[in-house]
Structures are given as C-alpha cells and as structure tokens.
C-alpha cells in the first residue's frame, strides 16, 4: 500500500514535470510601454493634456484606449506580461480603473528615470504610444522636447533628439529595443530616421500646424495600434537596441540665456559654446540623462 502510494507520487511528480517542459522553452516575453499624450488619437491642443480643463476628461479616456489597444495587440503577440509608464505631466493621467486589466501602471512623478521608469533588462521590447516630434517641428501637434517653456533642442553626440530618441538610448542601455512608435505623422518619420526602418509607426493624425490635424478614426485608430504592435512583436527577434556611441555629448539649447544661467552658476564643469546653451560629456548615458533633467529642472520658466 505504501509502495504504491510511492509509485503514485513518482507518476505523479513526472507527469508535473511533462506538464511544465513546454511552458519553460517558450522564452518570455516582457512588453514595456511608454505612454505619452500629445500623440494620442484625437489629441491636437494643450486643454486635452492638462488637467483643470473641461477637455482634459476626453484626453485622459482616449490616452487609455490607444494604450489598451497596444497592450491586446502584445497580449495578442503572446505577451506574458505588460507594463505601462504613464509619461505625460503629472503622470497620473491614466485612471487605473480605465487600464486593460492584464497591464501593470507606473503612475505618477518625480520617477529617476522619468518617461522610461520601469525598464529594466529582463524586457524584450519597448513600445512608445502617443509620442510627439522634438522641439521645432513644423506641422507637429504639440511639438516639444521634455520643456517646452525651456527648451529650444537637446542634441547627443551633434544629433538633435526628440524625447522618442532620448528614451530609446535609455532602453538600449538595458539592451531593450523600441520596437513601435504611435503619434502624428511628423513623430513616424522623426522616429524612422533616428532609428532606423526596421521600426513600426503607427500614424493617427496628420497635423496642419501646431494645433489641428486630420484624425484617423478612432476605432480604426485604435485598431492600427493593436496590429502594429502585434506585427512590431513578432519580429521582435530581429530588432537592435538603439544604442549612441560613448562618451556622450550632451547639448541644452535654451530659449534664453537666463535659463542657461542657472546650470551655468549651480553645477560644475559644464561647458557654455554660447549663451543659450549648455554642453557637458558623461560617460554613462543614463548618468547623463540624469544630468540633462537636472539642467532642464533648474532653468526657470520663460
Ligand atoms: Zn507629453
């Protein structure tokens, strides 16, 4: 009898083991997902971004449904987990309740690593949703680069980045490419050219202007995000960590020199080639990053 009950356990132990082989050749696959808002479907003016507004309530719901629609098209693509970085302002424009019920929320600021908070080496890739062109940009709803009140352009290495670029290094610097970029059409071919074709872009209006543009309907909107991810995903295999080259050049352009006053007279071994701007090199690309938030943090307000 006690032999038997043995015999039963070894059956039973093998058959666990049979039962969980296949489970653990399937390589996982961790999404991470930045989010922010003046890219998202619908999306063409500040008051639909900013909180105290009657339009802010609609921002915040379509915020949610873009982002939804990327997490089924990476749950679709076999996603075993999701994670979502609320990183537009405040950071907290994402009502938890109105998130996809499989995805985690990192909501809120100051986070150390701002729109990237999160990432870390165990993601397969990243995608970023609702994304906008850099600082300058012709026909670009809301065209900025971190501040739009402070800052005129960020370049590294002498290339001028937009946030897109900024936040691919940083999840290259945990070797997790970028996979996906959503927003305007002018964001897709920012996003193209730095960083490369093999990137999937999502196109959901096309703006004329800063503040209006023709919208692709949202359903069909939301329909182009899942696919998109769904595509970006299966070859994810194939797809590079977008990675600068060290050291790191960091250049702060500001709209004005009092801006540049502040970083100029409060952290040492900057340099200043001119007025407006601001230069320093770090051989860590995050720790430079850090240092660029802290330049961008001090300048006050135009
Ligand atoms: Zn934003």
Known sequence: MRRSVVMLGAI???????????????????????????????????????????????????????????????????????????????????????????????????????????????????????????????????DHTISGSVVRFVKVNGIEMPELGLNAAIAGSFGVPVVLVSGDAAVCRQAVDVLGRDVVTVQVKEAYGRLAAKLVPMAEARRMIKAGVTDALAKVGRAKPFKLAAPYRFELGYHVSAQADMGAMLVPGLERPDARTLAFTADDYIAGFRTLRALISLAPAR
């Not at 915020?63 to 405040?90: I, R």
């Not at 908070?117 to 709803?141: M, R, V």
Request: charged letters at 20%.
């Open 12 to 142: 039973a132990t093998l058959s666990v083991c049979l039962a969980a082989a296949p489970a653990q050749q399937k390589p996982k696959l961790k999404v991470f997902i930045s989010v922010d808002m003046e890219g998202i479907s619908g999306i063409v003016h500040g008051d639909q971004t900013s909180p105290g507004t009657a339009e802010y309530a609609a921002g915040r719901k379509w915020m949610a449904q873009d982002v939804n629609a990327a997490v089924e098209g990476a749950l679709a693509a076999g996603a075993d987990e999701v994670v979502v970085n609320d990183s537009h302002g405040s950071m907290r424009n994402i009502d938890p309740d109105d998130l996809h019920p499989k995805a985690i929320l990192i909501s809120g600021t100051p986070k150390p690593l701002s729109m990237m908070q999160g990432i870390d080496p165990s993601f397969q890739a990243c995608l970023f949703i609702g994304y906008h062109a850099k600082a300058g940009t012709e026909n670009a709803i809301l």
